[in-house]
Structure formats: structure tokens, C-alpha cells
């Protein structure tokens, strides 16, 4: 496991036990000192005693926070809404224990949840979500899909028989022309979206809109170069007049 930066909070007691603990934990240990938490660090765990809750800015920035959240406490009946709760008296080998689960658990959520346009696929559950629908997705389709989110391009029919299907580029393309099409259909019954799946001659894509505002940065930047290049004429041909 990778070192991962961890911040203590709490009163003094709570954070000097841990901070005695550190060449046994598998976490690098920060204590809040100068404000370090307004910093640019980027922290992998907040690790809290609860009473740290009862400072405001404290509560403000666990609450905003992306990292894993450990609270630690002597009575979790009124919370529960952190991503675990260490009951103290605790052991050196449970902190650990805590740690290394909510961090695999974490890479998995990661790993198992991509962003695409405005859904969310969802790789275990096989689903593809938006505003509180989903719909069922195959393996294939799924593999599609991440294909489609990966290369920011126009795919061919042959080239994606080879990335998804692996048949050679000489195989008939009929199977993918097949499943695009049914999960065309089934995207746009159950999301009233016939545009999620775009193609052109080059082949099929997601991203129309980032192949058009290309087009639109280029045109733009020649159109400045344009104007750059006339106003140069015309200072120059100013120039030339006042030196009769």
C-alpha cells in the first residue's frame, strides 16, 4: 500500500496518541498545526475524534472534504453518517484494518463508476443511470460504451471489432452494427436520447460536442490571425501616408 496522507483531528490527547503510533500505521500522519488544513494538500483519510466536530470550521471542512472519513468516538448512536466509526478504546491493529478496507473499497467504487455525457455507468450492477432511471446493460455493451468514453474519436466499425470483439479486421461487421443498434434503441426508449450514440463516415463517437467546439476554436483562431494580419496592413499603409 502506497503512503497515504492522513489528517488528525481533535483534542490534543487524541492527537498525540495517534501521532505516537505513526511508524506502526501504514498512513503518513499530519496534524492540524498553522491551519494545515487550508492548505493545498490533498488529504486521503480525515481521521477525527468527535469532539473536533464541535468546532465549526472543523465540521465545515470534514463535511466538504472528498477524502475517507474515520470518525472516532466513545458513543456512535447519534452518528452515522461517515464512512466508518471507530469505537474507542481502539487497537493499532484495527486502525490499520480500517484503513485498508475503506481504501480498497473506495478503489473499487472508483474503478466501478464512470461518468459518460450526463449518466453514470455503473459496472457492477451493469447499469446505466441518470435522474434516478437506469437501464440494464450487457457485457458487451458496457465494453462498448468505455471504448466509445476512452477513444475521443470517431471509431470504425472494423476497429472496434477488433478492440471489443477481437476478430481480425477482415471479419464481417454486421455483429457490431447489430449491438450498436439494439443499445441505440434501448438508450433512447428508456432515456428519449437518440443522440447518445453519434456516427459519421469515419466511423461511431459520444462527443460531438467536443469535435464541434474544435472546429469552432480553430475557425476562431483564424479568424484572429485574420484580423491581426489587416490591422498590421493598415498601421503599415498609415505609416507610409504620414511620411508625405
Not at 503512503?3 to 487524541?14: M, R, T, V
Not at 462498448?144 to 474519436?153: T, V
Not at 477482415?170 to 432515456?191: G, M, Q, S
Not at 462527443?207 to 479568424?223: A, L, M, T, V
Request: hydrophobic letters at 35%.
Amino acid at each position: 500500500m502506497h503512503q497515504l496522507k492522513a489528517l488528525i483531528l481533535g483534542p490534543d490527547s487524541f492527537v498525540s496518541t495517534i501521532i505516537e503510533l505513526k511508524p506502526f500505521l501504514k498512513i503518513n500522519l499530519y496534524k492540524d498545526y498553522l491551519g494545515i488544513k487550508n492548505t493545498n494538500i490533498e488529504f486521503d483519510i480525515l481521521f477525527f475524534h468527535n469532539d473536533s466536530l464541535k468546532v465549526k470550521s472543523n465540521k465545515n471542512f470534514i463535511d466538504n472534504s472528498n477524502a475517507i472519513k474515520i470518525l472516532a468516538c466513545n458513543n456512535s448512536d447519534k452518528v452515522n453518517n461517515y464512512d466508518f466509526i471507530l469505537s474507542l478504546p481502539t487497537t493499532l491493529k484495527e486502525i490499520n484494518s480500517v484503513v485498508e478496507n475503506l481504501l480498497a473499497k473506495r478503489i473499487f467504487n472508483k474503478n466501478s463508476s464512470i461518468k459518460i455525457k450526463s449518466y453514470f455507468l455503473d459496472k457492477n450492477e451493469k447499469k446505466l443511470v441518470r435522474n434516478q432511471k437506469f437501464l440494464i446493460l450487457t457485457e458487451k455493451e458496457i465494453q462498448l460504451l468505455e471504448l466509445f468514453q476512452e477513444i475521443n474519436k470517431p471509431i470504425s466499425k472494423k476497429e472496434i471489432l477488433s478492440l471489443v470483439w477481437h476478430y481480425s479486421s477482415d471479419a464481417d461487421t454486421h455483429t457490431v452494427e447489430t449491438h450498436i443498434y439494439r443499445l441505440r434503441k434501448k438508450i433512447n426508449e428508456k432515456f428519449l436520447d437518440d443522440n447518445f450514440i453519434l456516427n459519421n463516415k469515419d466511423g461511431y463517437y459520444l462527443w460531438k460536442k467536443e469535435i464541434k467546439s474544435r472546429k469552432i476554436f480553430f475557425q476562431q483562431n483564424i479568424e484572429k490571425e485574420w484580423l491581426s494580419q489587416k490591422k498590421e496592413k493598415e498601421v503599415s499603409k498609415e505609416k507610409k501616408l504620414n511620411l508625405f
